[in-house]
Structures are given as structure tokens and as C-alpha cells.
């Protein structure tokens, strides 16, 4: 029993000890690009991330805005360390939708794990 007792005691020293990241950072080989343009009456942001392999996951998760600023939200999920993944680049594309928009500036903040990668600014000029 005092076996026993002294391994689930190690066992939690050593699992404490791993180097375990709450919110990665995308890797620096990453990229990401992004536009936005207006379909009819509507804006749309375009955004492309160029990530190492397929192992690397990138999931959206939202958007809020606030009179001017637009936040939008992504996670990213490394993979895992014992995981074997073929090696090409993998592009992920997504389209958000802005909505229609009054006139004036606007800023769009890309988050990925609570990080801005990316900001773009634009404006919206009046329908003649």
C-alpha cells in the first residue's frame, strides 16, 4: 500500500511538471492572409491560414462587434507529440460573414487563442 501511495505521488509531481500549453501560439511557419469585400449589400471577410501540416487544426468560434471594432474568433489546436502526420502545407479557408454595415471606419481584430494575429481596417462609404 505505501508503494502504491508513493508511485500516485510521484505519478502527480511528474504530470505537473509537463510542459503543457493552455493557448498555443500558431507556429511561426504559419500564415495568415485575409480580405474583406462587399457582396450586394453585405461585407464579407475572407481569411486563409497557411498552417505546417494537416495535424494543425484551426476551428472558429465566433464573432462580436461593437459599433466600430469587429472581433473575430478562432482556436487553435496543435497536434499531439506522439502523433505521426504527413508533412505538406494545409490551407484552411474561411468565409465570416460581416453583415450589412453603415457608413464609417471599421476595425477587424483576428483572434487566435485569445491572441491578435491580425488586424485590417477598412470603410464603408455610402450606397449612390
Request: charged share 20%.
Amino acid at each position: 500500500m505505501k508503494r502504491l501511495l508513493i508511485f500516485i505521488a510521484l505519478a502527480s509531481i511528474l504530470m505537473g511538471c509537463m510542459n503543457v500549453e493552455e493557448n498555443p501560439s500558431l507556429p511561426s511557419s504559419s500564415k495568415i492572409d485575409a480580405v474583406i469585400l462587399k457582396e450586394n449589400d453585405t461585407y464579407k471577410l475572407y481569411i486563409v491560414f497557411t498552417l505546417p501540416n494537416p495535424c494543425h487544426k484551426i476551428v472558429y468560434k465566433g464573432l462580436k462587434a461593437y459599433s466600430d471594432k469587429i472581433l473575430i474568433y478562432y482556436e487553435y489546436i496543435p497536434p499531439k507529440p506522439d502523433v505521426f502526420c504527413i508533412q505538406k502545407i494545409e490551407v484552411f479557408n474561411t468565409t465570416v460573414n460581416l453583415g450589412n454595415l453603415r457608413e464609417g471606419s471599421y476595425t477587424v481584430y483576428i483572434y487566435v487563442n485569445e491572441k491578435v494575429v491580425k488586424k485590417l481596417q477598412f470603410y464603408v462609404s455610402k450606397n449612390r
